[in-house]
Structures are given as C-alpha cells and as structure tokens.
T-cell receptor
Framework: ETGVTQSPTHLIKTRGQQVTLRCSSQ?????VSWYQQALGQGPQFIFQ???????GRGNFPPRFSGLQFPNYSSELNVNALELDDSALYLC???????????FGSGTQLSVL | QQQVKQSPQSLIVQKGGIPIINCAYE??????FPWYQQFPGKGPALLIA?????SEKKEGRFTISFNKSAKQFSLHIMDSQPGDSATYFC????????????FGTGTRLQVTL
C-alpha cells in the first residue's frame, strides 16, 4: 500500500456539472501532485501543491483548481465538466526533497 | 507537444526473457528520469530512476541505461516473470523535482509462461 487514499473510486457526472475529488496523503508528505490519465495514455501533470500553495501547473485550464490542507489531505475541483474530462485522476504525494513519489489508485471520472 | 516518446506500445516475452523498453526526450533541461510500473486498477509505482550524471543504474532485476548525447534511456528487465506483466511508463522532470513529471505513453508488457 502507498498510504495515499483517494475518494471516491468511481464517479459519474453530466457535462457542465462540477466535481470535487479527494486525496489523503501520508503524514509528513507536504507536497501533493495531481495527474489526469486518459484511457491508454500516460498520466498528465495537472498541478502541484506545496505547503498549501500552488507550486506549478501543467497545461490545464483554470477550471481545474485545487486545495491542500494542513492535515495532508487535498482536493481537485473541476468546474464546467466536458466530455473530454473523462479520465482516471491520480493523486501523488512525497516528502520534501524526496524522489519517492507515492500514487493513489485514482478516481475514475466519467462525464456523460 | 509530446516531450517523451516511448516505444514499443506493447511487448510480449517469454518467462526468463529480457524485455527492453525505450524512451527518447527532447527537452535538455530534464534532469530526472524515472520508470513507473502500473497494474490494472492501481496507480503507478516507482521502479527505478536515474539522473544524467550516470549511464547505467541497476536495482534488482531492473536496469536503466542512459545515453545523454542521444537523449535516450531504456529499461531492461532481467529474468522476466509473469508477475512483471503490467504497463510501464518512462517519465522525465526538471529543476531537481521528482514530482512534476512528463510521462511517456506507456508500454504494455506481457510475460508468458
């Protein structure tokens, strides 16, 4: 087990709706990153949070936003869902300056 | 723009064989090159990683070969086992970070008996 827990495991939403995905990291992991993995593709970096501040963003629009909390939990919010947002969303965490990145099992989001 | 190109897309080897997966990158600012293994229904798990100051790194049955001048790196799995059947991703990052990764498209490996 990686110690990174994501919820829910599966989610179905309708185009235009908003969604919040949650992640719980290991204690001491003050860096959390979110990735989007489309079917048959590699994960794509969405953004990273370090000590509750955004610390880098990939090529994703502002309707993708996040929060990180002091208790090592974090959220990914997606507004105005589009069909192409259907994917596996992965949360990953690591200790500061550690190369060991731990991924959760992901949330499978389907947008209809 | 795909910055890390991975091949082959899929690979079938017999037990005991040595599958080789290749990756090529474009951005010379990349300075960290990990390989991840992903089983169905699970997130990726770090296998082995290398930095460009060395040309080869071994951990157990996994070896990374790195060619800085060619901007290529590869994963070799020695004495492959059916339990190694999974999807393998190469990745790269820059600025010393191991967490803002650019992934390849993946290689689905099947190891047969």
């Amino acid at each position: 087990e990686t110690g990174v827990t994501q919820s829910p495991t599966h989610l179905i939403k309708t185009r235009g709706q908003q969604v919040t995905l949650r992640c719980s990291s290991q204690s001491g992991h003050n860096t959390v990153s979110w990735y989007q993995q489309a079917l048959g593709q590699g994960p794509q970096f969405i953004f990273q949070y370090y000590r509750e501040e955004e610390n880098g963003r990939g090529n994703f629009p502002p309707r993708f936003s996040g929060l990180q909390f002091p208790n090592y939990s974090s959220e990914l919010n997606v507004n105005a869902l589009e069909l192409d947002d259907s994917a596996l969303y992965l949360c990953a965490s690591n200790e500061e300056d550690s190369e060991k990145l731990f991924f959760g099992s992901g949330t499978q989001l389907s947008v209809l | 723009q795909q910055q890390v190109k991975q091949s082959p897309q899929s690979l079938i080897v017999q037990k005991g064989g040595i599958p080789i997966i290749n990756c090529a990158y474009e951005n010379t600012a990349f300075d960290y090159f990990p390989w991840y293994q992903q089983f169905p229904g699970k997130g990726p798990a770090l296998l082995i990683a290398i930095r460009p100051d060395v040309s080869e790194k071994k951990e157990g049955r996994f070896t990374i070969s790195f060619n800085k001048s060619a901007k290529q790196f590869s994963l070799h799995i020695m004495d492959s086992q059916p339990g190694d059947s999974a999807t393998y991703f190469c990745a790269a990052s820059m600025d010393g970070t191991a967490s803002k990764l650019t992934f390849g498209t993946g290689t689905r490996l099947q190891v047969t008996l």
